[in-house]
């Protein structure tokens, strides 16, 4: 018996890590990590979130190329970057799926891809997916808004309903926006992100 329960554990534990994210996600109130790390943007300067931080904020988007829900999402991902940027906080759109570099997220495909969507806003490489595991994100898209302190306010979906834009009741992101740019308290601080997992290496 004592063989038995031994050989079936790493199974076991396998099954376990493969629904764990890499790490807890970044708590209400935490600070932005490695604000100074250089990322590589599609206009080919390197930038670092504190670089791209406006007067009032910055929103971090983890999204990519392909994923589904962020094609499903894209009007939507748009209009909260746009929204951002008009009330002075800083848009930075993180692409972490490092396993996928060489092919459908390649830098190359990120700057065409960029450049269909219109994006006025930093669209940067993580290389190694070294900002999703600092700040826990495991999907695509995901959202963490930070004050003009640099504190997280909101982490989270865009909306309520990221399977459908006509089915949405609550546009948490850019509720968030309105309140934290107004001083207020932010009413829904979390919501359940709605996506592709980042295809880490």
Request: hydrophobic letters at 40%.
């Amino acid at each position: 018996m004592k063989k038995i329960l031994f050989a079936a554990f790493p199974i076991a534990a396998i099954a376990v890590m493969a629904f764990t994210s890499i790490s807890d996600p970044l708590p209400i109130g935490a600070s932005i990590p490695k604000p100074e790390a250089k990322l590589k943007d599609i206009s080919g300067k390197e930038v670092s979130l504190q670089d791209a931080k406006g007067s009032k904020g910055l929103l971090v988007m983890f999204s990519c190329n392909t994923c589904p829900y962020v094609i499903k999402n894209q009007g939507r991902a748009f209009t909260a970057c746009k929204y951002a940027q008009s009330n002075n906080v800083g848009v930075a759109i993180l692409n972490s799926n490092e396993a996928l570099r060489t092919d459908e997220d390649s830098y190359e495909a990120m700057k065409e891809y960029a450049k269909e969507q219109g994006f006025n806003w930093y669209y940067l490489v993580d290389k190694n997916s070294a900002l999703a595991d600092a700040f826990g994100a495991n999907r695509t898209p995901e959202c963490f808004l930070f004050n003009g302190d640099g504190k997280l306010v909101y982490h989270g979906a865009i909306d309520d309903n990221p399977s459908d834009a006509s089915a949405v009741s609550r546009k948490h992101l850019l509720n968030a926006i309105d309140e934290m740019t107004a001083g207020k308290e932010i009413t829904v601080k979390e919501s359940r992100s709605v996506g592709c997992g980042i295809k880490r290496l």
